[in-house]
C-alpha cells in the first residue's frame, strides 16, 4: 500500500514563509510527477505545483516567484518553500503522487492534506 505523508502546514502572517514536505512510502516501484494541489472553502482543487523525475517544474501563475518546488527522487519526498504568503494562499494543502507500485500499473495518490493559514 502507498502512502503519502504531509507535513509542516500551520498558521503564518502575510508576507511570511512555509515549508510544506511529503513522503511516499510503501509498496514503490517508481514514480513520476509529483507535487502539490490546494483547496480554499468553497473552490475547485487547483494544482500548485509539480516536478517530474527528471526535474521539470510547472507552477500555477498565482505562485511563480514565491514557491519553490523540489524533490529528493532517492527519498521518494517532495518539498515546497512557500515565500512572501498572501491570505489568499489559505487552503488545505494536498500532496500528489503519480506512482507505479506494480510495473506499468501508474495511479494517482493523494495525500490527507495539511492546512495553510496566511492571516492578513
Known amino acids: 500500500q502507498v502512502q503519502l505523508v504531509e507535513s509542516g502546514g500551520g498558521l503564518v502572517q502575510a508576507g511570511g514563509s512555509l515549508r510544506l514536505s511529503c513522503a511516499a512510502s510503501g509498496s514503490i516501484f517508481s514514480i513520476n510527477v509529483m507535487g502539490w494541489y490546494r483547496q480554499a472553502p468553497g473552490k475547485q482543487r487547483e494544482l500548485v505545483a509539480t516536478i517530474t523525475t527528471d526535474g521539470t517544474i510547472n507552477y500555477a501563475d498565482a505562485v511563480k516567484g514565491r514557491f519553490t518546488i523540489s524533490r529528493d527522487n532517492a527519498k521518494n519526498t517532495v518539498t515546497l518553500q512557500m515565500n512572501s504568503l498572501k491570505p489568499e494562499d489559505t487552503a488545505v494543502y494536498y500532496c500528489?503522487?503519480?506512482?507505479?507500485?506494480?510495473?506499468?500499473?501508474?495511479?494517482?495518490?493523494w495525500g490527507q492534506g495539511t492546512q495553510v493559514t496566511v492571516s492578513s
Open positions: 500528489h503522487g503519480a506512482i507505479a507500485a506494480i510495473p506499468g500499473f501508474l495511479r494517482a495518490y
